[in-house]
């Protein structure tokens, strides 16, 4: 199981990538270490993990959308995700709460339990597997 800080790095590493991989249209790239990620992410529901669950979330969004054409996260179109991504980045490496309106309010699966049954079934898994 990773710790915090290798959680967040990680998250920080990846998201980064893939939104230069977006930018190339290197799209099949996005989300590579997603699955290896997820089963190694500390899991629980102490307060400082909220933002790092929502990263994830966001991250597994943005994959989904990309495996349905772009199609699958509402609002959130093709070209926002690298943008989205880099403000996550951001907030992630000053260590603070996720600040940008349409991560949170689309990903925050902890504050949000409307969100679809993806979101859910994530949020199930990093509360204690």
Do not use: C
């Not at 996720?98 to 949000?112: G, K, W």
């Amino acid at each position: 199981m990773l710790t915090y800080a290798a959680a967040r790095d990680a998250l920080i590493e990846h998201l980064s990538r893939d939104a230069d991989m977006h930018d190339a249209e290197r799209y099949d790239e996005i989300g590579r270490r997603f699955d290896h990620i997820e089963h190694v992410f500390p899991h629980g529901t102490e307060p400082e993990l909220t933002k790092l669950h929502v990263a994830l979330s966001f991250w597994d969004g943005w994959i989904d959308a990309r495996n349905h054409g772009w199609q699958g996260q509402g609002n959130v179109k093709q070209a926002e995700w690298p943008a989205l991504a880099r403000s996550v980045v951001a907030d992630l490496a000053v260590d603070r709460d996720i600040t940008n309106p349409q991560v949170s309010t689309r990903f925050d699966i902890a504050a949000h339990s409307s969100l679809g049954d993806r979101a859910q079934i994530l949020a199930a898994r990093l509360r204690g597997r």
